[in-house]
């Protein structure tokens, strides 16, 4: 049986189980596609047991829409203009025909695609997605994927992609295998550098504005500031409030890295409400990692605070805007009801964009050490109390996330060398403090390789040491057909490649995990020669740190 729909209406249980014509053609039509209400329909059906249709063909204008779901049992024709948006619409078979539009939140999940898709208005609900699933796209050829935007996803969810990424061009998708999956157009403003690949999903989430700056005119979200506007300061050395005037507005694109460490990739911090003390923050607070919270007459670093339960790295943000206001002087100001500061121009102000009224800008950059609001403070002694405190507020805080696993940590440095001709060589003794390794003739170069891991991983965030740590080398002995020699190259002030300055201990340098140390070719030319090592300390290291392997490959390849 064929029924045919010709007016806007919600879907009716008379349609259930027929081939349905939407006929739009005089003009748009709405189907609402209500969420079933238990017990209105057969036993067993709850609100998101789904509608069913045979086949489906759209003429004219057609709108899908509602809280509810829709299956297509087999194919949809699009003869015409056909929008998705809320509803959760699935076509078990093949969809043909012109361009379908995802918009406002809407959900397409399609079996077979030979249709164009184009990705609408992004959803109101900041949690919400414009989201396209494709099951055989092995039998859908090359995707044509238009207008792609902030929190549109799209999933190849055949059971057998394991990864994605972008073509030479910077316009197409490709599988594991370098197949194309789809031709892609961005929205205006984006390219291939806003998205990131989550195994066989493409997605971008973009930072909603909302952070409420305390203004003289109450709480405002920061992208409603402009310059002149007088936001509430506070005087902390005379514990009073004061009003400082709005100069410069900014705004900047992030994207995240996420090869990189948490604090380095360019995630963005979520500080749950009530996080810091009751009502305070508010409501959560995004922030950038390096930006401060004010605690005591100083500023610290909210990367420093991460403790992965009340503030915590938001990794379901991919890409987002972020704001910057600068007050006259340097201050401390109130944003979600967290003291924090405003933007101090240390250099960086051209990687902001300003949009509004422009006014006169100082031509030197400021620094932390003269010009700060107050003292910036990364020592342990202050910030590890700190760290815990907030730490145990887990139980005030309602949506503090469950406590994850400890990292494994590993004592073993895994010392080995690698020649400049690209021989990896392993101790050949090995006694307390000492590593003996034989070099083969001719050596003029060798490279120290270890496990190497960041202070700040290993030991914690309120440690502000993110250099990646191998080993710290002491006395270097060489001893080959001429007799013993001492090689000090790495105890130089100018240092080669891949050891760390001047750490205050003298007669030690302490690699990066993968240091370069030459020799003088003088010394091992001929026969083979003995290197000694003496190891004054090694890590600990992750477990989970790969760092050894991956240098090892970049230096030998």
């Known amino acids: 049986m064929t029924t045919t729909i010709q007016s806007s209406s919600d879907w009716d249980t008379s349609y259930d189980n027929d081939d349905v014509t939407v006929d739009g053609t005089s003009s748009p039509i709405t189907v609402n596609i209500v969420a079933k209400d238990y017990g209105s329909w057969k036993e067993g059906d709850t609100e998101n047991s789904p509608f069913h249709s045979t086949t489906m063909t759209i003429i004219g204008t057609v709108t899908l829409t509602g809280d509810g779901y829709l299956n297509i049992n087999n194919d949809l024709t699009n003869n015409g203009s056909l929008t998705i948006e809320t509803t959760n619409f699935a076509i078990n078979g093949t969809l043909t025909g012109q361009t379908v539009t995802i918009a406002?939140?809407?959900?397409?999940?399609?079996?077979?695609?030979?249709?164009?898709?184009?990705?609408?208005?992004?959803?109101?609900?900041?949690?919400?997605?414009?989201?396209?699933?494709?099951?055989?796209?092995?039998?859908?050829?090359?995707?044509?994927?238009?207008?792609?935007?902030?929190?549109?996803?799209?999933?190849?969810?055949?059971?057998?992609?394991?990864?994605?990424?972008?073509?030479?061009?910077?316009?197409?998708?490709?599988?594991?295998?370098?197949?194309?999956?789809?031709?892609?157009?961005?929205?205006?403003?984006?390219?291939?550098?806003?998205?990131?690949?989550?195994?066989?999903?493409?997605?971008?989430?973009?930072?909603?504005?909302?952070?409420?700056?305390?203004?003289?005119?109450?709480?405002?979200?920061?992208?409603d500031i402009t310059i002149g506007d007088q936001v509430v300061a506070f005087d902390w050395k005379n514990n009073r409030n004061i009003l400082r005037s709005v100069v410069w507005v900014g705004t900047a694109r992030a994207v995240v890295q996420p090869h990189l460490a948490d604090d380095e990739a360019g995630w963005p911090v979520r500080v749950l409400k009530d996080a810091i003390a009751d009502g305070v923050p508010y409501k959560d607070m995004l922030i950038t990692a390096e930006h401060c919270l004010f605690f005591e007459d100083r500023f610290v670093p909210v990367r420093m605070l991460v403790n992965g339960r009340t503030i915590f790295y938001d990794k379901s943000i991919l890409s987002y805007d972020y704001y910057h206001v600068e007050t006259e002087l340097h201050s401390v100001i109130t944003a979600d009801g967290m003291q924090t500061e405003s933007y101090l121009?240390?250099?960086?102000?051209?990687?902001?964009?300003?949009?509004?009224?422009?006014?006169?800008?100082?031509?030197?950059?400021?620094?932390?050490?003269?010009?700060?609001?107050?003292?910036?403070?990364?020592?342990?002694?202050?910030?590890?109390?700190?760290?815990?405190?907030?730490?145990?507020?887990?139980?005030?805080?309602?949506?503090?996330?469950?406590?994850?696993?400890?990292?494994?940590?590993?004592?073993?440095?895994?010392?080995?060398?690698?020649?400049?001709?690209?021989?990896?060589?392993?101790?050949?003794?090995?006694?307390?403090?000492?590593?003996?390794?034989?070099?083969?003739?001719?050596?003029?170069?060798?490279?120290?390789?270890?496990?190497?891991?960041?202070?700040?991983?290993?030991?914690?965030?309120?440690?502000?040491?993110?250099?990646?740590?191998?080993?710290?080398v002491g006395e270097v002995r060489l001893v080959t057909a001429k007799g013993q020699q001492t090689v000090t190259t790495h105890l130089q002030e100018s240092k080669p490649e891949g050891w760390h300055a001047d750490m205050g201990w003298n007669g030690v340098a302490w690699t990066n995990g993968n240091a370069l140390l030459p020799l003088d070719a003088q010394q091992v030319e001929g026969d083979m020669a003995l290197i000694s090592l003496t190891i004054r300390a090694a890590g600990p290291y992750l477990a989970a740190d790969t760092t050894k392997q991956a240098v090892q490959a970049i230096s030998i390849a």
């Open 104 to 223: 406002n939140g809407g959900s397409l999940t399609v079996a077979t695609l030979k249709a164009p898709v184009t990705f609408g208005a992004s959803p109101s609900n900041e949690t919400a997605y414009n989201t396209l699933t494709v099951t055989n796209y092995g039998a859908s050829g090359v995707l044509t994927l238009n207008n792609l935007s902030p929190r549109d996803k799209i999933v190849f969810d055949n059971g057998q992609t394991t990864s994605l990424q972008w073509g030479d061009d910077g316009k197409t998708i490709i599988d594991q295998n370098g197949t194309v999956l789809a031709n892609v157009t961005f929205a205006e403003g984006y390219n291939k550098d806003n998205y990131n690949f989550n195994g066989y999903t493409v997605t971008i989430t973009c930072f909603l504005a909302g952070s409420m700056i305390r203004t003289a005119n109450g709480d405002v979200a920061v992208e």
């Open 345 to 472: 121009d240390t250099g960086n102000r051209s990687s902001f964009r300003q949009d509004g009224k422009v006014t006169s800008l100082r031509s030197t950059a400021r620094s932390w050490q003269d010009d700060a609001g107050a003292p910036l403070c990364v020592d342990r002694s202050f910030v590890q109390p700190l760290f815990h405190v907030l730490e145990h507020r887990e139980k005030s805080v309602e949506q503090a996330l469950p406590a994850s696993e400890k990292a494994a940590l590993v004592h073993d440095a895994d010392l080995c060398l690698v020649t400049d001709k690209g021989a990896t060589l392993r101790p050949v003794r090995h006694r307390d403090e000492q590593y003996s390794f034989m070099l083969p003739s001719g050596t003029q170069s060798v490279r120290i390789l270890s496990r190497g891991s960041r202070p700040t991983d290993v030991i914690g965030p309120f440690v502000d040491d993110r250099r990646q740590m191998g080993v710290a």
